[in-house]
């Protein structure tokens, strides 16, 4: 389909015009026998990538300087920044159980996606040692806190009309960018290749950043 006459969205543009517009999915430029894998590595990376920016617009707005109160404000960016990180990471979980044969799962209910793909997981020697996954799992915990189902950062009311988020909630948005940004290492991670071979197989574990 032809969409060459908008002001939002094209099909293609000309060279004069590449300063004023955006390649909305890089991966569609791809190779037919690579896209398949790096569609789903590139929109994680874009969710990490775009996690990482609204942390740092965060304490930019709220944290105005050392021994400065956090200004609370109407329009917080915290609601969409924790909607980005419960995506991000079911992206990432459900990467990890394609890679891993396990069969989709439509849920949005980021511990019981991930309480069935730990052990398999665990049984495969890919870099999850029982530290980490208990790392994640409680992180997981935290952030389902916030949201367990995955409407409580997209509408104020739930489907009964009642009132969501009634209980005031502080998220330390530095502590859970920086793990999901670990997190999302698995992703580059080959499970596919892993189960088929040796669990003796070396393979590489991300380093947590500091």
């Known amino acids: 389909m032809s969409n060459n006459n908008s002001s939002f969205v ?16 890089p991966y569609a430029l791809f190779k037919e026998e690579y896209i398949d894998e790096e569609s789903e590595k590139e929109i994680i990376s874009s969710y990490v990538n775009a996690v ?16 400065v109160l956090a200004t609370v404000r109407a329009d917080t960016l915290t609601i969409p920044f924790m909607f980005l990180i419960r995506h991000t990471v079911e992206l990432v979980i459900k990467h990890i159980r394609k890679g891993c044969k396990l069969p989709a799962n439509p849920t949005h209910n980021l511990m019981k996606l991930w309480n069935e793909t730990v052990p398999i997981i665990k049984s495969l020697n ?23 189902d995955g409407t409580k950062t997209r509408y104020s009311h739930d489907n009964k009309g009642n009132i969501q988020n009634r209980n005031p909630v502080f998220i330390n948005c530095e502590n859970i960018n920086r793990v999901v940004r670990t997190f999302s290492e698995f992703a580059k991670v080959d499970f596919g290749e ?17």
């Open 10 to 25: 094209r099909n293609d543009i000309y060279p004069s015009e590449y300063l004023y517009w955006d390649l909305f999915a």
């Open 194 to 210: 892993i189960r088929n071979e040796s669990t003796s197989h070396e393979t590489h574990r991300p380093t947590e950043e500091r």
């Open 126 to 148: 890919c870099g999850f040692d029982d530290e980490i996954v208990q790392r994640i799992t409680d992180f997981i915990t935290d952030i389902s806190f916030v949201d367990n």
């Open 52 to 67: 990482n920016t609204l942390c740092n617009e965060i304490k930019k707005q709220n944290h105005g300087g050392v021994g």
